[in-house]
């Protein structure tokens, strides 16, 4: 059943006083840049593995000192255990769900065997509806399948706003609210399907894990978020490798 109708009272009830919040957040906290660094590249060795994270602060590793100690450069650490990994970030802080959308249909048309989503929190922040974001992700998976044809797309769930230290209460019970109903309307999406599969965070997500800002992860925490996410990808290339033999 879709949640709306509890959502909505909540929002007019609320409205005011969120929306006083959330300028009063945008107007205090930090703009981190995105961390610098190679956003492209090959290491590793064995099987070749053709790696994509795309998407919004967190694809882009913003709260990270570098790129290395970000979400991919901590992916491919571990990938690369295993795989020659040649891999690419296309990743712009603030991006939301059309945003993505057109910087993937303004990227070359190129294979990869893995692609890794991070989006929502933009979207979240302007409350989309879960059902339209829902749509949105389906949007962005007929043109990833249509532009790059991996094995495995992997969508990260929206980041655990409940946590956000930046945001004051009761702003910050309200985002995570709306971003678990947005959750679980993917989660019902994805029920089922071949090849698209949900990552939900790691339930780490403390103050030594987030970033300065009180938003974005830290090194620490984009560690816990690849170190799980690596091994989801592991485990989904064993089971395609013995489906193979």
């Known amino acids: 059943m879709d949640?709306?109708?509890q959502r909505l009272?909540?929002?007019?009830?609320?409205?005011?006083?969120l929306w006083l919040q959330a300028r009063h957040v945008r107007r205090v906290t930090p703009l981190k840049p995105e961390p610098p660094g190679h956003r492209a590249g090959t290491c590793g060795r064995g099987s070749l593995v053709r790696l994509l994270v795309a998407g919004d602060s967190g694809?882009?590793?913003?709260g990270a000192p570098t790129q290395e100690q970000a979400l991919c450069g901590q992916l491919v650490q571990r990938l690369s255990l295993h795989h020659t990994v040649q891999w690419c970030v296309l990743?712009?802080?603030?991006l939301d769900s059309p945003g993505l959308l057109q910087l993937l249909q303004d990227a070359p048309c190129t294979r990869f065997d893995v692609v890794v989503l991070s989006m929502g929190a933009n979207d979240a922040t302007v409350l989309c509806a879960p059902r339209r974001w829902a749509q949105w992700?389906?949007?962005?998976?007929?043109?990833?399948?249509?532009?790059?044809?991996?094995?495995?797309?992997?969508?990260?769930?929206?980041?655990p706003m409940h946590a956000c230290l930046a945001l004051p209460?009761?702003?910050?019970?309200?985002?995570?609210?709306?971003?678990?109903?947005?959750?679980?309307m993917l989660a019902e999406q994805l029920?089922?399907?071949?090849?698209?599969?949900?990552?939900?965070?790691?339930?780490?997500?403390?103050?030594?894990?987030?970033?300065?800002?009180?938003?974005?992860?830290?090194?620490?925490?984009?560690?816990?978020?690849?170190d799980d996410l690596s091994r989801r990808i592991l485990a989904a290339q064993a089971v395609c490798a013995g489906r193979a033999a």
């Open 3 to 5: 949640a709306g109708w």
């Open 9 to 17: 009272p909540l929002l007019w009830l609320l409205a005011p006083l």
């Open 59 to 62: 694809a882009a590793g913003v």
């Open 91 to 94: 990743a712009v802080n603030g």
């Open 137 to 159: 992700q389906r949007r962005l998976a007929e043109l990833i399948d249509l532009r790059f044809a991996p094995a495995l797309l992997v969508h990260s769930a929206v980041p």
């Open 169 to 184: 209460q009761p702003l910050r019970w309200f985002m995570g609210r709306w971003a678990r109903q947005m959750n679980q």
């Open 191 to 226: 029920f089922e399907q071949v090849g698209r599969t949900m990552h939900w965070h790691p339930e780490t997500t403390t103050t030594a894990g987030l970033a300065a800002d009180g938003i974005h992860p830290s090194s620490e925490g984009y560690a816990v978020w690849a």
